[in-house]
């Protein structure tokens, strides 16, 4: 394989993935800000809810506008680099470790959602005894219950599907064709002064550049099923209620990577005696 070539794509590689993190880190000051108005206006709600829908459905959508110019970037990004996006650099160790396909399980949102509602339940069980509304997630009706239900068993369904997709692709990392590659290629280096052919480079990198592109449907799938969760979840919700679920999703997000990120500084500095070692993942990783 040419050389020159290979180098060109290392470097696209980099520059791709660079271009991402700092795309992300302006989509979290976004996020904080669309965080900030979103607490505002949960605070000027009224009891009429027609009221509500009119002031806070233009700030959900414009929520949701920024959830999908993200996976749109991300779409993007990851055509040109699906490994990357896979293995993230802008991420923690601590958020590394939860991450499912490139991101986060899209049922993790019905756990947060269930988590919010017992949370505003508990807080407002008094109003709701004396048969005041609260009108917030812990005010769900039976049928909005029953809708999340059937959402989230279907999401379940889809999300193993991904799961045992992802596992195949997994597994193609041992088919015979890489087995008999990896042997060919391990003869070649054990004679000494003889170079890999360019032949054997080629078939390396087709191989490795057809799993990289069933490693794309996967993300392209599982980040589909993120966004479309998300938007489900909030069809089903009232305003003010989604206006409170995206709340806790953007302080759950914020704040386990602000911990995370604190917790792989501290390791950096505490490793031989402060002096940190940043690996090739352009972080503050040890």
Known sequence: MDQHLMSNNSRNAVQNRETFH????????EQNQDLDQLVRASKEVNGIEENNRIMLSPIIQRVIQHYENYYKEKSRSAKEDVLGMLNPTWRSNLEDAFLWIGGWRPSMAFHLLYSKSGLQLEAGFHDLFRGISTGDLGDLSGIQLGKIDELQNKTLKEEKKLSERLAKVQETMADTSMVELS??????????????????????????????????????????????TLKEILGILKPIQAVHFLIAAAELHLRIHDWGMKKDIAAVNSHNHGHGVANNRGGVRI
């Open 22 to 29: 700092k795309f992300f880190e302006s989509w979290l000051v």
């Open 183 to 228: 042997h060919v290629v391990s003869e070649i280096l054990r004679e000494e002064g003889r170079q890999v052919e360019e032949t054997e480079e080629e078939k390396v990198k087709n191989n490795i550049a057809k799993k990289e592109e069933n490693l794309l449907e996967v993300l392209k799938k599982a980040d589909d099923l993120r966004l479309r």
